[in-house]
Nanobody, 126 residues
Framework: QVQVEESGGGSVQAGESLRLSCTGS????????MGWFRQSAGKLREGVAA???????SYTSSVKGRFTISKDNTKNTLYLQMNSLKPEDGAMYYC????????????????????WGQGTQVTVSS
């Protein structure tokens, strides 16, 4: 059974950095498009960043230039490096993966992602 699990969340001050990690079991990372999503209180869950099977990346406009998504297929781990954090980045962050060898439509289309983690909380204080 495929499982993905996030880690690395925490509480930081504005301007600081965090790196989120997502590990997977029973999932071929090199054949899977993956993404990070987030949900803050009172808001819908939104796409943050995604990486496809070829390593191409996509970002929502509010994090471009500050966040970097990457994955290490040898470690079955997905990362989200978050720099220059802002209070509005505070949210529950979720890792998600598409079933191997399938491609999502637009990268932010949540129904296209088959596997989801439980989330890791990021809090940014001003």
């Amino acid at each position: 059974q495929v499982q993905v699990e996030e880690s690395g969340g925490g509480s930081v001050q504005a301007g600081e950095s965090l790196r989120l990690s997502c590990t997977g079991s029973a999932l071929a990372f090199d054949d899977s498009a993956m993404g990070w999503f987030r949900q803050s209180a009172g808001k819908l869950r939104e796409g943050v960043a995604a990486i496809d099977m070829d390593g191409n990346t996509s970002y929502t406009s509010s994090v471009k230039g500050r966040f970097t998504i990457s994955k290490d297929n040898t470690k079955n781990t997905l990362y989200l490096q978050m720099n220059s954090l802002k209070p509005e980045d505070g949210a529950m962050y979720y890792c998600a993966a598409v079933a191997p060898c399938l491609a999502p439509g637009p990268w932010y289309e949540q129904p296209d992602y088959n596997y989801w983690g439980q989330g890791t909380q990021v809090t940014v204080s001003s």
